[in-house]
């Protein structure tokens, strides 16, 4: 089993930067893809970033590209989405995923994860 908190969500003002975190414990050997996805109100939910914490390649919805970034620090088993430029529409809760699986880490590579209870973000205009 693997364990995953978000935190760092909130309400920012459009064009304000927020970064979220989420912290993995337990069996995080057993995973190499990380990522965040995120749903809204009314709304399918929809990947983010995603990344192969054992690799270099990211991946990022088309709505993100160059505003979002993900990392991470391996040290303390944690991922990262630093955003910026937000806008209203990124306005979602937010969860983080993780889960095994063969070569790199896209977004539709997630069908069985574990996954984080999420945190609210709420950008006004």
């Known amino acids: 089993q693997v364990q995953l908190v978000e935190s760092g969500g909130g309400s920012v003002q459009a064009g304000g930067s927020l970064r979220l975190s989420c912290a993995a414990s337990?069996?995080?050997?057993?995973?190499?893809?990380m990522g965040w996805f995120r749903q809204a109100p009314g709304k399918a939910r929809e990947g983010v970033a995603s990344?192969?914490?054992?690799?270099?390649?990211?991946y990022y919805a088309d709505s993100v590209k160059g505003r979002f970034t993900i990392s991470q620090d391996k040290a303390k088993n944690t991922v990262y989405l630093q955003m910026n430029s937000l806008k209203p529409e990124d306005t979602a809760m937010y969860y983080c995923?993780?889960?095994?699986?063969?070569?790199?880490?896209?977004?539709?590579?997630?069908?069985?994860?574990?996954w984080g209870q999420g945190t609210q973000v709420t950008v006004s205009s």
């Open positions: 337990g069996y995080t050997y057993s995973v190499n893809c």
């Open positions: 995923a993780a889960v095994q699986y063969a070569g790199n880490c896209p977004l539709n590579g997630y069908g069985n994860s574990y």
């Open positions: 990344m192969n914490t054992r690799g270099s390649t990211n």
